[in-house]
């Protein structure tokens, strides 16, 4: 399907969710007024505290410093009823609380689990929320459970909300088995062949024209596809997350940004399919420290520039980090063609135990074929690495440069690089091609193939457009 329909669809969603959340609102107080004395959660924040009635007839149209329990709202949590209805309805009652000294907290409390559908919960909203999940949060079982009437592209979607923490110690399990497993996946059809899509699959959660949001202390595990995406976003801060999900499970991504800025991800754990983080077009001032990734396929910035696209992605930071037997450990990839670019990019203090291609450059990134070079490319450049150690699957090459013959990167430095492999003693050399940078410490493996000082500048009609 392409992008253009995607969109589509997801806008339609979006006009048919807000169309009944405004209808819900009208309820909203008078369904509180029968809500219960809600109790506080057994971990996580600390909550204001509840009323103490002597009689429940006196009891206020609302708790002044709101507190939303699903249960308050009638879900059941045994896993199996759909409380996709009770979650609306206290979203709707956290959302539209004008008591806004202090945020609403929307509580899904330990014990249970809640089975909700594909759900937009949509901002603006009166207060700041605190979306509490100690319990567990369940979408249907695979596809054939999906109701056919809720988007595929996306299970739980947070749309123009600002000021929100999701967090709790629960957990969001996004039961992926069966997605996985259908046969338009990678090898998954008769024999060992793939069918021809449409292959969609839900999102775990996606956030979207939202701002200043916190995402911490969570377990989100086998999403059907991405766990987190991020669009058009600013200000987003996740810590202490654990997401997992099988390293065989395709396209289950831990966080990708899209068209987001200042972004902080901390002390998380991320063990997938596929990319750890990732890193798209238009996203800048990314601080990413203290993560855990594994079996995936690392940290990404990228692919960009694909269809001829413009992208511009600066001021990526990723330190103090550790990857376990991922296929790449730090990879900037761009598709030939596209324009823009990539820049000011910092790689530092980063461990690698059995890492496939610890340090890449990709700018030939192609998936199938018939991708011809190209005149044009995403520039690469301001790129530094420093302090990367341990150790590499000896399949390939440690380091691999590999540029664009129409732009060149430039400006790569390298420091206190010591990769060994990780079995053997054979050591691999270094790949560069168009890679222009230099050496500020002695690197093992020596590397011999950067080229100095700054590229002939390119002939390009547009010139090099460094966003
Ligand atoms: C989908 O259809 C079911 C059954 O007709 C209905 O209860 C539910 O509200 C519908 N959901 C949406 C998002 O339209
Ligand atoms: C961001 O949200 C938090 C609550 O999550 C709130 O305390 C803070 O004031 C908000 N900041 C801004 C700038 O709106
Ligand atoms: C799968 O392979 C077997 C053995 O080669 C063959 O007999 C069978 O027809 C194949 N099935 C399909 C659906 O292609
Ligand atoms: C790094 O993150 C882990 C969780 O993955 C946490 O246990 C540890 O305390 C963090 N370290 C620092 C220095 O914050
Ligand atoms: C880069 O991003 C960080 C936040 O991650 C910010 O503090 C810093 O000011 C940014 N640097 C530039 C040059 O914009
Ligand atoms: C593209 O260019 C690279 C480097 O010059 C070369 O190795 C590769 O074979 C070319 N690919 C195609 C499809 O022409
Ligand atoms: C090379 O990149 C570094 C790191 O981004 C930057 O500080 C430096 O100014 C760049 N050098 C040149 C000559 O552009």
């Known amino acids: 399907m392409g992008k253009f329909h995607l969109t589509l669809l997801f806008l339609l969603t979006l006009f048919t969710i807000n169309a009944s959340h405004a209808r819900h609102h009208k309820h909203t107080y008078k369904r509180h007024k029968h809500g219960h004395y809600i109790t ?3 971990s996580g924040i600390s909550l204001p505290p509840s009323p103490q009635p002597d009689d429940p007839a006196d009891a206020p149209a609302y708790l002044p410093s709101g507190v939303f329990d699903v249960r308050s709202y009638g879900a059941v949590g045994d896993g199996i009823v759909d409380d996709t209805a009770s979650f609306k309805a206290s979203w709707d009652a ?5 008591d806004n000294s202090e945020p609403s907290v929307l509580h899904a409390p330990s014990g249970y689990t809640f089975m909700i559908q594909s759900t937009i919960f949509s901002g603006p909203c009166q207060s700041n929320i605190i979306f509490q999940i100690d319990g567990s949060v369940v979408p ?19 749309y123009r909300v600002e000021g929100m923490s999701l967090q709790g110690g629960g957990r969001i399990d996004g039961r992926g088995a069966k997605w996985w497993d259908l046969p338009c996946k990678p090898h998954k059809g ?48 996740i810590e202490s997350i654990h997401i997992t999900a099988p390293a065989l499970s395709p396209n289950t991504d831990g966080i ?21 983080v990732s890193i798209g077009s238009g996203c800048y001032d990314v601080d990413i420290r203290n993560i855990t990734c594994g079996l995936g396929h690392g940290i990404s910035i990228g692919s960009l520039g694909n269809h001829n696209s413009r992208a511009c992605v600066h001021n990526v930071t ?17 598709w030939q063609g596209g324009s823009g670019a990539v820049s000011g990019i910092t790689f530092d203090n980063i461990r690698m135990d059995s890492v496939r291609n610890p340090i890449i450059i990709d700018q030939f990134y192609c998936l199938g074929k018939g991708c011809n070079n190209q005149t044009s490319a995403v520039l690469v450049t301001d790129i530094v690495y420093s302090g990367l150690k341990g150790t590499y699957d000896v399949r390939s090459p440690p380091m691999h440069f590999g540029c664009s013959d129409a732009v060149p990167c430039s400006n790569i430095t390298l420091s206190d690089i010591e990769l060994l492999p990780a079995v053997g003693e054979m050591m691999l050399d270094p790949f560069c091609w168009n890679a222009y940078g230099s050496l500020d410490s002695v690197t093992i493996p020596p590397v011999s193939c950067l080229e100095e000082g700054v590229p002939p500048q390119p002939i390009l009609e547009s010139g090099i457009d460094r966003c």
């Open 318 to 334: 990723v330190r103090d980090s550790l990857m376990r037997e991922t296929s790449n450990g730090v990879r900037i990839k761009t």
């Open 190 to 237: 008769p024999n060992g062949t793939t069918l021809p899509g449409p292959c969609d699959s839900p999102i775990a959660l996606r956030f979207f024209e939202s701002s200043n949001l916190t995402v911490k202390g969570l377990r989100i595990q086998n999403s059907p596809q991405f766990h987190f995406r991020f669009d058009v976003c600013h200000t987003v801060h």
């Open 140 to 158: 249907p079982d695979g596809p054939e459970e999906w109701p056919k009437n809720t988007s595929k592209h996306q299970w739980l979607v947070f």
């Open 40 to 42: 506080p959660p057994s």
């Open 256 to 276: 990708h940004i899209e068209n987001t800025n200042n972004v902080q991800i901390y002390n998380s754990f991320i063990f997938n399919g596929d990319d750890c």
């Open 94 to 98: 956290a959302c539209s609380n004008t």
